[in-house]
């Protein structure tokens, strides 16, 4: 049974940190990309980063370049999403979400992750 579990989320003041993970089970992680998307209040849940096994990742938010980092240890079957400089407007919860193939989607379209965590919520705030 595939299972991605998202953790690492929590209230944050603006300027800082947090990162979170996402655990993979009844899978093989280093076959698939995955995907962070985020979701704030009243809006459409729309795609963050998206890394490829090997490690080569595209950010599909230009705004969060530079300040998010993606990674993935296939290992330990888990991939991170390190945020910093946080700011009120990347308050969301967050999700994990795993494609079919090894490959991450031009513009990160949701239909292509098929397997989804159930959120964390991240809060920027003073």
């Known amino acids: 049974q595939v299972q991605l579990v998202e953790s690492g989320g929590g209230l944050v003041q603006p300027g800082g940190s947090l990162t979170l993970s996402c655990a993979a089970s009844?899978?093989?992680?280093?076959?698939?990309?995955i995907g962070w998307f985020r979701q704030a209040p009243g809006k459409e849940r729309e795609a963050v980063s998206c890394?490829?096994?090997?490690?080569?990742?595209?950010f599909y938010v230009t705004d969060v370049k530079g300040r998010f980092t993606i990674s993935r240890d296939n290992a330990k079957n888990t991939v991170y999403l390190q945020m910093n400089s946080l700011k009120a407007e990347d308050t969301a919860v967050y999700y994990c979400?795993?494609?079919?193939?090894?490959?991450?989607?031009?513009?990160?379209?949701?239909?292509?992750?098929?397997?989804w965590g159930q959120g964390t919520q991240v809060t920027v705030s003073s």
């Open positions: 979400a795993r494609t079919e193939t090894s490959g991450c989607p031009g513009s990160g379209q949701t239909s292509a992750f098929r397997y």
């Open positions: 009844g899978f093989t992680l280093a076959n698939n990309a």
């Open positions: 890394i490829v096994p090997w490690g080569n990742s595209i």
